[in-house]
């Protein structure tokens, strides 16, 4: 796990929801499969409507209309209450890792998009104070500092306090629940 995460901001409002981060139609990948888990990347919130991108003056869209169409330029998402509600789709945060996402700071989480998260060590996803969704914009260029658990805006010059990873960050660390298993003589490692 990165302990320092520099990017551009993306800024969602509230309650996205995985068909939203992920739309059912593409659900055909296998993400076990090289091509086929780069389309996630692809499709990654093309759900979202262009009310939520929590933007005044309009959508921005996530990927860019050209270059490499199954990466995103922007590495941090920044949402507000309940990122990742729905269904227990666990192929939500492996669309958002597929598209470069490294990490999401939300208000709150949707509790099955957090242990996806969590348990496959897709993305990081840290919950914040206060309501950054007003405070961030799109594009933004973000430091998130892991050890510290803050957020700086180096656009603005604001930093932010998030809550401590706790008991995941292990998790995190090891890459998700079966190698932190494994570390730890949960269950037996391969030979």
């Given amino acids: 796990m990165q302990t320092r995460i520099e990017g551009l901001a993306y800024v969602l409002g509230d309650n996205i929801d995985t068909d939203q981060i992920i739309p059912a139609q593409y659900l055909t990948f ?8 780069k389309m996630f990347g692809k499709y990654a919130l093309a759900g ?3 009310d939520a991108a929590g933007l005044p003056k309009g959508h921005i869209p996530f990927h860019p209309p050209s270059g490499d169409e199954f990466r ?3 590495s941090i998402i920044v949402a507000g209450k309940n990122f990742g ?3 227990s ?4 945060p492996i669309a958002l890792a597929a598209a470069g996402v490294v990490a999401v700071v939300a208000e709150f989480y949707a509790r099955i998009f957090y242990r996806n998260s ?4 897709y993305l990081i996803p ?14 933004d260029r973000l430091i998130i500092d892991i050890p510290t658990s803050t957020l700086t805006n180096t656009t603005s ?4 306090a998030l809550q401590p990873l706790g008991e995941v960050a292990p998790i995190l660390e090891a890459g998700g629940l079966f190698p932190y298993a494994k570390k730890v003589g949960m269950i037996p490692s391969n030979p």
């Fill in 30 to 37: 296998n993400p076990a499969i090289p091509a086929e888990y």
């Fill in 48 to 50: 979202v409507p262009d």
């Fill in 72 to 74: 995103s330029p922007y």
């Fill in 85 to 87: 509600c729905g269904s």
């Fill in 89 to 92: 789709r666990e192929h939500a």
């Fill in 118 to 121: 969590v348990n496959g060590g």
């Fill in 126 to 139: 840290l919950e914040c104070h206060e309501r950054l969704i007003d405070r961030v914009c799109t594009g």
């Fill in 157 to 160: 010059g604001e930093t932010f």
